[in-house]
């Protein structure tokens, strides 16, 4: 490994590779977040909080279903939502580059501003930077989330035996999107990215005494992505239906005519949650019962625990199964 290359930013198994070749020789001693999405701590009030940071370069910087802006915002206040917690304060850091256009960033703010009102989410502070044109791509922004942790020991590293994983809806929406928005693919589709906040969805769930072993969005890397993680970090195997998976027929035509898996496909509006196979009824329920869970539907169960090697399995309606890897190689870069 003597430099970066685009597939390290993919979310798989590169962007594991880079992590604990390189950054964790230098940083793992200091990280208290390791394999989660976000960090926790507590203040002497014994009250707890999740905090996470995020770097946002999407291009295009609009897209259908979104842009840049609500992007930072969304997928932030997902990222500490994945911990049990409720988004309430934002840092943001602009990087803008000369000559973008004031009704452009103008249009980016309001898609902010309408997120941040939805959740009541405050911005604690803010910084700006301007560079000389070509030293970055019309805007880059970065976004530090804190939430109030609601719902404790939600953790990559807690599935077990027997636990049912529930994906909350459609995949592939996010990573379809930005790959048709893309100029040299040129390729027309009436899909819109499935960009939204996950907290309001799962505050229901988070209000009960129901345990969520892990929790998790499926964003780069997709669902093959957060499966493999979660497959190692718990050291179990998981076992998914595939034809319980939702994909909508849009997603499934542009995989097929691009040759795309939909598993590895960067979502940003659909989270999975390992919990006890007896509480998977229940919260597809509670999570049904929001306009954004409509789709929550049970898609896999874990299987055995202390597995010397970890795999997911995907098994189709005729029973044939497969492994389901890690994403490798270049796959959509700077689709968030």
């Not at 405050?122 to 044109?133: C, E, G, R």
Request: glycine share 10%; net charge negative.
């Amino acid at each position: 490994m003597k430099t970066i290359t685009l597939a390290q930013g993919n979310g798989g198994r590169e962007t594991n590779e880079l992590i604990d070749k390189v950054f964790k020789k230098y940083l793992g001693d200091f990280l208290l977040s390791l394999d989660e999405d976000a960090g926790v701590f507590s203040n002497d009030k014994n009250t707890t909080y999740s905090v996470s940071t995020d770097s946002y370069v999407v291009t295009p910087i609009f897209f259908p279903g979104g842009d840049i802006g609500k992007l930072s915002i969304c997928g932030s206040s997902n990222d500490v939502a994945m911990m049990g917690a409720k988004p309430k304060y934002i840092n943001i850091g602009f990087i803008l580059e000369e000559g973008l256009e004031i009704q452009e960033l103008e249009e980016i703010l309001k898609g902010m501003a309408k997120e941040l009102r939805y959740t009541g989410i405050k911005i604690l502070s803010a910084d700006t930077k301007v560079v000389p044109k070509g030293n970055t791509d019309k805007i880059f922004i970065n976004t530090t989330a804190i939430g109030e942790i609601k719902k404790h020991s939600i953790s990559s590293k807690n599935l077990k035996q027997g636990d049912a994983i529930i994906l909350t809806g459609n995949i592939g929406s996010h990573g379809c999107v930005i790959f048709c928005s893309r100029s040299e693919i040129e390729l027309h589709s009436d899909l819109k990215s499935d960009c939204k906040q996950l907290y309001p969805m799962l505050e229901r769930v988070f209000e009960t005494q129901i345990p969520i072993h892990a929790l998790r969005d499926a964003t780069r890397g997709g669902l093959a992505g957060v499966m493999n993680e979660w497959a190692n970090n718990s050291k179990v195997n998981i076992c998914l239906e595939e034809q319980s998976i939702p994909i909508l027929k849009e997603v499934q035509g542009v995989c097929e005519i691009l040759g795309l898996e939909p598993y590895s496909l960067a979502n940003e509006g659909a989270c999975v949650l390992g919990v006890p196979m007896e509480y998977a009824k229940e919260v597809c329920s509670l999570l049904k019962a929001h306009p954004d869970g409509k789709e929550a539907v049970v898609i896999g169960r874990v299987e055995g625990e202390d597995i010397s090697t970890p795999r997911v399995i995907l098994k189709n309606a005729w029973g044939s199964k497969r492994y389901l890897d890690y994403p490798q190689g270049e796959l959509l870069p700077r689709i968030c």
